[in-house]
């Protein structure tokens, strides 16, 4: 039996308005502004919310010294396509020089790594 129930996974970021807007572009949905708090609601998906983060320091990637912490998968249908689109809404390639994968690696424009997938 569970003990929970995963609520919402929650990005600090130095403007929650501006990351929930890049996800929405990306993701589609639903951005409800609550201040220092951003809520995007993901259709058929789970939320994901943006909180104000005053020092704000992004995660580093690749660096055997500072996690990542975490990362978000994303799945696409085209991999380049979807690659277009991030890059044009301000995302970061990291990872992204072998196109035999089906992965790519980017930043967000807080400089949280996500990976474009099409598994």
């Given at each position: ?54 020092g ?22 085209d ?5 277009k689109?991030?890059?044009?809404l ?30």
């Open positions: 039996m569970a003990l929970a129930k995963l609520g919402v996974v929650v990005l600090d970021c130095p403007d929650p308005r501006a990351l929930a807007g890049f996800y929405a572009e990306v993701l589609g949905g639903t951005v409800e502004d609550q201040g220092e708090w951003v809520d995007l609601k993901v259709p058929g998906g789970q939320a994901l919310a943006f909180q104000a983060a005053p704000f320091v992004p995660p580093k990637w690749p660096a055997a010294d500072a996690s990542q912490q975490f990362h978000l998968d994303l799945v696409v249908e991999l380049d396509a979807a690659e689109g991030v890059l044009a301000g995302a970061r390639p990291l990872d992204a020089d072998d196109r035999s994968r089906t992965w790519r690696v980017y930043a967000d424009p807080a400089g949280h790594p996500f990976c474009l997938c099409a598994c």
